[in-house]
């Protein structure tokens, strides 16, 4: 069988399988119609992205003159080599190791990133909030407001003079009556 054949035979099985996944006929076309459609910046870190798609074009612009051109089969169209990229390409997609896979899966990871990221600075924001609202709250309530602080220690001095006052009159009670000891009552 001479290479044309070979190649016709391996293009149309490639374009099978790549019309099989998007479900419409010229699979090999949706394919690098995909490819195009792409974002530059997202393909640089796939290093065969160029020229696979390059490639894919070439081969289907052969694979379509040999279709539709007379005594195409005839002329020397294709080598070796570009049979065995397109038998390569096949088992790529099959094993996911193509362009589109591997963008698809740097993709999943730079979103689980970017996911954890977002997680870690929402963290990182609340804590912040919580730590702001706290030394807001902090300084209103030690604000130098002069009757905060007057408020402040008449609290304390009424506790303390309370206290006081308690502590007399366990004494008193316990020198009026001893048989109550009050004393042993409360400290033991």
């Known amino acids: 069988m001479n290479t044309n054949n070979a190649f016709f035979n391996e293009f149309n099985r490639l374009d099978k399988l790549c019309s099989d ?4 006929p010229h699979g090999v076309t949706c394919y690098i119609n ?3 459609e792409k974002n530059e910046i997202d393909c640089r870190s796939i290093s ?3 020229d696979d798609l390059s490639k894919l074009i070439k081969y289907r612009h052969i694979r379509n003159h040999l279709a539709h051109e007379e005594n195409a089969f005839n002329e020397s169209l294709c080598e070796q080599e570009d049979i065995d990229y397109l038998y390569n390409f096949y088992n790529r ?17 730079k979103s689980k990133t970017t996911n954890y990221n977002s997680s870690y600075k929402e963290v990182i924001n609340s804590i912040n909030t919580a730590t702001d ?3 807001k709250s902090y300084k ?3 604000s130098s407001n002069g009757s905060d602080k007057l408020s402040f220690m008449k ?12 502590c007399g009159l ?3 009670l316990s020198y009026l009556f001893p048989s109550l000891r009050f004393w042993e009552l409360l400290f033991g």
Request: glycine share 4%.
């Open 133 to 135: 609202d706290t030394a």
């Open 140 to 142: 209103t309530a030690t």
């Open 155 to 166: 609290k304390i001095l009424f506790f303390i003079l309370g206290a006081v006052v308690a």
């Open 170 to 172: 366990f004494y008193l």
């Open 93 to 109: 997609i099959m094993n996911e190791q193509d362009p589109l896979s591997e963008l698809r899966r740097l993709q999943k990871n």
């Open 21 to 24: 996944i998007y479900g419409e």
């Open 34 to 36: 995909e490819m195009k």
């Open 48 to 50: 065969s992205w160029h």
